[in-house]
């Protein structure tokens, strides 16, 4: 008889970089540092680098859905999160997969931008994503940017951050996270993520590392996220661990390419399932 702890395991439903830094690649190699088994669903081909993105081969839709059924019927996911959702037809074909499965630890990285400002998502599909995949999240991380996409407003003051933190939850999800590294905080040496529950807003402050290397940054903090809740962990633990892990990750980059290079994805002391 096998009375094992069942493995944690997690899925990414992501695009493909090939040079390894973002998306499906970023993510397997977080889950890997965690010490959870990671699957991906691919829903386009990627062709970037640190300096840009030259080209997007999306996916068709029912293959990506027919993926999502590969992994979910045979060794199932203890939490799932998205990243690159290339359109509204692909969303709307995941969010009917998922709708077969129990999803209770569902990240969305709601990825609307590269890292050097090359569009990763047609505008259209937005809507589709907050209709169909965010009252199904645990927790959704929009950068500042996006989160004005998504709430229609800027975000100047603090005042604005919770004002759209409250927006975005009432969208939905559980949990928000409103990430600061594009925020006024920058220039002073500091990044503040911003946690939104529904009662309560955390601020997470961190460090702002001087490097460029900054690459699949949001990829490897949502991944991060959906390992600690596939390992057990409280969401609001979730999130502070992977902030910790995201800081690390930056701090220590292996400094590689001509751009915006990749963070060092497995730090050591990461992934002991006994912590």
Known sequence: MNDRVPYPTALTIAGSDCSGGAGIQADLKTFEAFGVFGQSVITAVVAENTVGVEGVLPVTPDFVASQIQCCLDDIGAMAIKTGMLVDAATINAIAEALGHYEVTNLVIDPVMVAKGGDPLVAPEAVKVAVEKLFPLAKVV????????????????????????????????????????GHGPYFEQGIAVDRVWDGNKL??????????????????????????????????????????????????????????????????????????
């Open 141 to 180: 991380t929009p950068n500042m940017p996006e989160a004005e996409v998504l709430v229609g407003f800027p975000l100047v003051s603090e005042k604005d951050i919770q004002k759209a933190a409250e927006v975005i939850h009432a969208m939905g999800p559980e949990v928000v996270v409103i990430k600061g």
């Open 202 to 275: 955390t601020a997470l402050i961190y460090p702002r590392h001087p490097t460029k290397n900054t690459h699949g940054t949001g990829c490897t903090f949502s991944a991060a996220i959906a390992a600690n809740l596939a390992l057990g962990h409280p969401v609001l633990s979730a999130i502070e661990d992977a902030k910790k892990y995201i800081s690390e990750a930056i701090k220590n980059n292996p400094n590689l390419g001509n751009g915006h290079g990749p963070v060092l994805h497995r730090l050591q002391g990461w992934g002991d399932l006994a912590r």
